[in-house]
């Protein structure tokens, strides 16, 4: 995919930088790193999210222990089109704002239905099959509900759920533009929020075992960098 045109650009002496999947076989990829390394240039995957205001204030607070020692996060993606190209397309990037954040994954649960049955080797098609206005060509499935549990190196678990609705999105995810692009992010001290395709929404709320701060209301909080111009 782009292993072969990378290591020409490295061995020419260029920076590279290339699309997810960076390559399609973990052997692939170690050409990729070890042609970089010979040749003294960075080769970079399009992560561009870690960059935004929002993702940048969420790494300095977790680091600086705004919201104490975080246990756990949650993705919830629903769009109108198919789980399955949704991951592929859209969800990589969650899941790398959760390595960003917290760690590299060491486990992951993967289980994935449609229409309320398991998927089976018939609902595997072709993807723009499933989803017509899909610009990559390939295999898919045609699932209507994807879910991963992770853990990171660090101990926090993750669940990332992907739908396929037409419904408006939830009160709850009212920060996430379309309910999409939504990490909530719990420590024992606090909870956050935040749009990680966004360059500012970002909100968090105290966490007590306090009665009259148990229904503490999240409170928009601004980025560490003024947006761009």
Same mark, same amino acid.
């Given at each position: 995919l782009h292993c072969e045109q990378a290591i020409v650009a490295l061995r020419h002496g260029?920076? %590279?930088? %290339?699309?997810?999947?960076? &390559?399609?076989?973990? /052997? +692939?990829?170690d050409r990729m790193i070890a042609a970089a390394d010979k040749a003294g240039k960075c080769l970079a995957v399009h992560h561009q999210w870690r960059f935004t205001n929002? &993702? *940048?204030g969420v790494?300095?607070?977790?680091?600086?222990?705004?919201?104490g020692r975080v246990h756990s996060a949650k993705h %919830?993606?629903? /769009?109108g089109r198919p789980p399955a190209y949704d991951l592929f397309e859209v969800g990589i990037h969650a899941v790398d704002m959760? @390595?960003?954040?917290?760690?590299?994954?060491?486990? %992951?649960?993967?289980?994935?239905?449609?229409?309320?049955?398991d998927v089976t080797l018939e609902d595997v098609a072709r993807v723009q099959e499933i989803y017509p206005q899909g610009r990559d060509a390939g295999l898919g499935v045609r699932a209507s509900y994807i879910h991963?549990? *992770?853990k990171c190196e660090g101990g926090v678990r993750a669940d990332l759920d992907f739908f396929l609705t037409?419904? @408006?999105?939830?009160?709850?995810? /009212? #920060? +996430?533009?379309? +309910?999409?692009?939504? $990490?909530? $992010?719990?420590?024992f001290a606090g909870q956050m929020q935040m749009n990680w395709s966004s360059?500012?929404?970002?909100? =968090?709320?105290?966490?007590?075992?306090?009665? #009259? =701060?148990s229904n503490a209301e999240w409170k928009e909080v601004s980025g560490t960098r003024d947006p761009e111009p």
């Open positions: 260029c920076h %590279v930088i %290339v699309q997810k999947p960076m &390559a399609l076989t973990l /052997e +692939g990829r929002a &993702a *940048v790494k300095e607070r977790i680091q600086g222990g705004f919201i %919830v993606r629903k /769009e959760l @390595e960003h954040f917290f760690g590299p994954i060491t486990e %992951v649960y993967a289980d994935m239905a449609i229409d309320g049955r991963l549990h *992770v037409d419904e @408006e999105p939830a009160p709850a995810f /009212e #920060a +996430g533009s379309r +309910g999409g692009d939504l $990490i909530e $992010i719990c420590g360059q500012s929404v970002l909100r =968090s709320k105290p966490f007590s075992l306090d009665r #009259a =701060s």
